[in-house]
C-alpha cells in the first residue's frame, strides 16, 4: 500500500498544475487518487468504494445504459453487464451483484 501512495505522490507532483485554481487543482488530484487506486486494484474497482457515474435520465431500455466488465459475486470469471444506476446493474432482464467494475476496453482497430 505504501508503493500506491508513492506513486500518488509523485503523480501530484508531476501533473497537479497549482496555477489554475485550487477547484482545477482538486479535480486533478481527485482523478489522480481514482486512477491510482485503480492501478492498484489491476483495474478493477470495488464497488463499495465507487460506482460508474449515473446514466443519463429518461433511458426506458436498460439495455442501452453503459456497459462495463464486472465481478459478479461468488463467479470465478468476469462478465459484461449495464450499470443502470443506483447500484443496480443488469442484463437480459435479470439483475445481479457485483462486487468490482471497470470501464471497457477500447474496441479492436485492425492496423489497416
Do not use: H
Not at 485550487?22 to 470495488?46: H, R, T
Amino acid at each position: 500500500m505504501q508503493e500506491v501512495f508513492e506513486k500518488i505522490i509523485e503523480r501530484f507532483k508531476s501533473e497537479v498544475n497549482y496555477n489554475d485554481g485550487a477547484e482545477i487543482g482538486l479535480k486533478q488530484s481527485i482523478e489522480i487518487v481514482k486512477q491510482a487506486s485503480a492501478e492498484y486494484n489491476n483495474g478493477w474497482i470495488p464497488c463499495n468504494e465507487r460506482l460508474p457515474e449515473e446514466p443519463e435520465e429518461g433511458l426506458t431500455n436498460l439495455d442501452e445504459c453503459d456497459e462495463y466488465i464486472v465481478m459478479i459475486e461468488n463467479a470465478d470469471i468476469p462478465t459484461a453487464l449495464n450499470y443502470v444506476g443506483d447500484g443496480e446493474w443488469y442484463r437480459d432482464g435479470e439483475f445481479y451483484n457485483i462486487i468490482a467494475w471497470q470501464p471497457l476496453p477500447l474496441p479492436f482497430r485492425d492496423k489497416e
